[in-house]
C-alpha cells in the first residue's frame, strides 16, 4: 500500500543551528513530493516541491530538500533555524497527495 | 478573487445524523482532495477525484460518501457510520501541472 513516513514527531533544535527533517515513501514509482509548512492557527503552505531531474531542490525561506530514489526518502534540510521556523512540517507524496503525520519542531532560543 | 471555499466553518451534529460539508472551487482545478486533520495525525486522505463524474477512496474512506458532479463542487457527506466524526476537514485543489495544494479554511465538525 502508498504511504508516507515522516519518523519523527517532534524535533527540538536551537536557533541557528542545521536541520534536517525526515521523509520517506512506499510508492510503485518515483511520484510526485513536496513539502509543507503549517505555522500555529494558520493553513498549509508549500516549500518545495520536486517532480524529476536535479534531485536537489531549493524552496522559499532558505529550505532545501533531497530526494533519494535508492532510500525513498525526501529529507527536507535548513542550514541555520531561525524562531519563526517553528511550526509544523508535512512530507505530502503522489498525485494522490498523501501526507504524512507531520514533525513539529521546536526552536530554542 | 480565485479560492476554495468551505463551509460551514463551524458545525455541530447529533449522533446519527449525516451532514454534509461544501467544498467550491473557482481556480478552474481538475484535481480536488477531502482530508481530515487530527492532532498527531497529520492530514489523513479521505476521498480525492482527479476529473468530473470520477474519484477514489483515500485512507480512511469508511463513514464517508462524496460526488463529483461539477468541477467546482466537491462535497463531502458524513454519515452516521463514521465511528468518530469530531474533527477538522480540509478540502483542497490543484491544477494546471503545478502539483500546489491550495486549501480552504476548514470545516469544524463537533459531534454531540
Known amino acids: 500500500a502508498q504511504s508516507v513516513t515522516q519518523p519523527d514527531i517532534h524535533i527540538t533544535v536551537s536557533e541557528g543551528a542545521s536541520l534536517e527533517l525526515r521523509c520517506n515513501y512506499s510508492?510503485?514509482?518515483?511520484?510526485?513530493l513536496f513539502w509543507y509548512v503549517q505555522s500555529p492557527g494558520q493553513g498549509l503552505q508549500l516549500l518545495l516541491k520536486?517532480?524529476?531531474?536535479?534531485?536537489l531542490v531549493q524552496g522559499i525561506k532558505g529550505f532545501e530538500a533531497e530526494f533519494k530514489r535508492s532510500q525513498s526518502s525526501f529529507n527536507l534540510r535548513k542550514p541555520s533555524v531561525h524562531w519563526s521556523d517553528a511550526a509544523e512540517y508535512f512530507c505530502?507524496?503522489?498525485?494522490?497527495?498523501?501526507f504524512g503525520a507531520g514533525t513539529r519542531l521546536t526552536v530554542k532560543p | 478573487d480565485g479560492g476554495i471555499t468551505q463551509s460551514p466553518k463551524y458545525l455541530f451534529r447529533k449522533e446519527g445524523q449525516n451532514v454534509t460539508l461544501s467544498c467550491e472551487q473557482n481556480?478552474?482545478?481538475?484535481?480536488m482532495y477531502w482530508y481530515r486533520q487530527d492532532p498527531g495525525q497529520g492530514l489523513r486522505l479521505i476521498y480525492y477525484?482527479?476529473?468530473?463524474?470520477?474519484?477514489q477512496k483515500g485512507d480512511i474512506a469508511e463513514g464517508y460518501s462524496v460526488s463529483r458532479e461539477k468541477k467546482e463542487s466537491f462535497p463531502l457527506t458524513v454519515t452516521s457510520a463514521q465511528k468518530n466524526p469530531t474533527a477538522f476537514y480540509l478540502c483542497?485543489?490543484?491544477?494546471?501541472?503545478?502539483?500546489?495544494?491550495?486549501f480552504g479554511e476548514g470545516s469544524r465538525l463537533t459531534v454531540l
Open positions: 483542497a485543489s490543484t491544477g494546471g501541472g503545478t502539483g500546489e495544494l491550495f
Open positions: 510508492y510503485g514509482a518515483t511520484p510526485y
Open positions: 520536486y517532480f524529476s531531474g536535479d534531485t
Open positions: 505530502a507524496v503522489g498525485n494522490d497527495m498523501r
Open positions: 481556480l478552474n482545478h481538475d484535481a
Open positions: 477525484s482527479q476529473i468530473v463524474n470520477d474519484f
